[in-house]
């Protein structure tokens, strides 16, 4: 069975400090993809970033970055120099290349981004 | 179109009552996958559907939820004899295919029972 972990439920910051989340997951799958999603106060989820497990090619986007890494099975989510608009509950997903691919989210992170 | 769309944005039922909710994928995208979050962290995967076929349906409560996927018609999700557990947002995303399995998700609709 697939599982997603986010350990951090909230992270506080200053506007722009830089902040990490993380996410580590676990499938027996040797083929599958990782996602982030943001969900904004508004409640929508808006895609960030996906990623197949064959690549491990870290990722940058303006001020996001993300850094896959299969030894640790970790898929984390950097954003520098944060901005109140950032703030929104973070999700991590995983889907396998096999079966069902449906999405398994994590908990989600809650980041807050004080002015 | 060019984003998923999903109506109502709100439905309220009393307890007991039917709940019907829908999803109009993106044009083009041949895969439906309903969610259910629950106290706005735990996603629950439903089913899922390649065009009008079910493709998964293992995360579907075997009682009173039931969906379709109709050809030119948005699909749906329904709940009959709503419980108050049923509360939650239902997202409806779609996929053009599953080789990339990008998920774009609609806005969702909250469900409340009372």
């Known amino acids: 069975a697939q599982k997603v972990t986010q350990a951090q439920t909230e992270i506080s910051v200053v506007e722009k400090e830089d902040v990490t989340l993380d996410c580590v997951y676990e499938?027996?799958?040797?083929?599958?993809?990782l996602f982030w999603y943001k969900q904004p106060p508004s409640g929508e989820l808006v895609f960030l970033i996906r990623?197949?497990?064959?690549?491990?090619q870290n990722e940058i986007s303006g001020r996001y970055s993300w850094n896959f890494q299969k030894s640790t099975s970790s898929f984390n989510f950097t954003i520098t120099a944060s901005q109140v608009v950032d703030s929104a509950v973070y999700f991590c997903?995983?889907?396998?290349?096999?079966?069902?691919?449906?999405?398994?989210f994590g908990s989600g992170t809650r980041l807050q981004v004080q002015p | 179109g060019e984003e998923v769309a999903q109506t109502p944005k709100h439905l309220v039922r009393g307890e007991g009552q039917k709940a019907k909710l829908y999803c109009a994928p993106i044009?083009?995208?041949?895969?439906v996958f309903w969610y259910q979050q629950v106290l706005k962290n735990e996603f629950k995967f439903l089913i899922s559907?390649?065009?009008?076929?079910?493709?998964?349906e293992t995360g579907m409560p075997k009682e009173r939820f039931s969906a379709k996927c109709l050809p030119n018609s948005p699909c749906s999700l329904e709940i009959q004899a709503t419980k108050l557990e049923d509360s939650a947002v239902y997202f409806c995303?779609?996929?053009?295919?599953?080789?990339?399995?990008?998920?774009?998700f609609g806005p969702g609709t909250r469900l409340t029972v009372l």
């Open positions: 559907f390649q065009n009008e076929n079910v493709f998964d």
């Open positions: 997903a995983l889907s396998e290349d096999t079966g069902r691919r449906a999405l398994t």
């Open positions: 990623r197949n497990s064959f690549d491990e």
């Open positions: 044009k083009g995208h041949s895969y």
């Open positions: 499938t027996r799958d040797t083929t599958y993809y």
């Open positions: 995303a779609s996929s053009q295919s599953l080789l990339r399995n990008e998920q774009f």
